[in-house]
């Protein structure tokens, strides 16, 4: 486990489902981007809030860069934890780290990877990191 | 093909991609929801409107109803194409049949399908089967 | 909840991610067959076995045919669950009833569905239904 | 266009389907990722090989890292095309560098990206880059 990963974090639990591999017999590349999505809302949640109530406040979070770095193939039926944390704020972004941990018992690391996303107003407009989204992450 | 299917129709081609198939080395059974949705869609867009437009005069067509038979595989890289048609008017729906077909030359039933959809206005409630949209798809 | 509902069943749980969603602010109509299919998964290995272990076993359950009656949009963040159960024993097939519920508590019925399963080699040929499968699920 | 985009190149052309977009209304962000993968299989078969027939060579490319920049939204029905061409060649790797765009006319830049793909065995274990896989890739 990373010591210096961001906090406060989540760890986000699941099984590789069939429709999430491909013919190599592995989890298809693009799957693991609906991971950090559902990891990223497990996290906004854990924190007091939904991400549909941050829409609802009128504040948008689209993604501008994701990449992913795959280090192991994950397989159908494994149970995989995704963790994820804030590991940068900008002035009118915030940037998410995620780490794929499989099996046994989590130990491996499956892949690495980052999401940035502007902070907009519905019509797409930046507008500055809010105050109350970096509280949200504050400790504890 | 079949001789009795419903016209006007239309054909909608593509190579089965990496990412629709599954550990079992066949494109994943939800996909072909998604090969549905692509084949209607090319179908109103060639009857000289495009679902976009069709929202756009406020009528929304959500599913009801979906049912695929599934009669053989389908691999990476094969080249299939869905027909599709409307089957039958509603007073307050429309329903499409869609057949796969694949090589040699689309010559292969893969599969067989109905979507059923309702007519709405945005908020959800029933609206009846506008005429315009009947006459849409009306020959030639 | 149906009172008549088979049994042995589960309930697989989750939320609705963004990236099932679509433009139309609900769930996509394919995502339900990856629900189906990860609530099928989960009540085989509560069984005491995985799909994987009886693909090991040599035995396939390719979809035959699928079907879903979707009665209620599900929205983003929403916490659903799946109820699955097996409605009916062929002799070289297995069919599987699902229905989706959400909130308040569970207590709407989103969807209902069918998904039928041959029971094959791995080479795809008809294999009379197991009765180690069956034994799997006969209650308790 | 990019004037320094490698060649020989392709341009892999599609609508956005809905099942693409999300509940903000554009396209979700790791479709692009499904949108890459047919670009660079449409690439491999215009090169007078399919992806299909490399692997059927004993080589796999699986992609060791991903990522892309989101630059504009992609809406439902829109007319993209993703450019794609090899960027790199390393001794056991090959990488693919990605343009999408968009209307009016493609003249919109949605999104760039790249994936570098390890050459392995089936086995996974790492093998040098085949001279017959960059003589595909020799204009014209």
Redesign the interface.
């Known amino acids: 486990m990373s010591a210096d990963f961001p906090r406060p974090d989540t760890r986000y639990r699941f ?1 590789v ?3 999430e ?6 989890a ?4 693991y ?2 991971w950090f ?2 990891a990223r ?2 996290l906004i ?1 854990e924190r007091g809030l ?3 109530e941050v829409e609802a406040r009128g504040l ?1 979070l ?9 280090r192991r ?1 994950a ?3 494994q149970e995989l934890f995704v963790r994820v944390g804030v590991s940068e704020w900008g002035r009118a972004s915030v940037t998410f780290a995620y780490e794929v941990w499989g099996p046994p018992e989590g130990t491996v690391l499956i892949a690495t990877g980052a ?1 940035q996303h502007a902070c907009t107003s519905l019509q ?1 407009k930046p507008v500055p990191t809010p105050e109350w989204l970096k509280d949200l992450f504050r400790a504890p």
Chains 1, 2, 3, 4 share one sequence.
């Open positions: 099984h489902s069939y429709g591999t491909d013919c190599m017999g592995v298809y590349y693009g799957e981007l609906h999505e559902r809302s497990q949640r939904s991400y549909a948008y689209p993604v501008r860069e994701a990449s992913v770095r795959y193939p397989r159908y039926e999401t797409g």
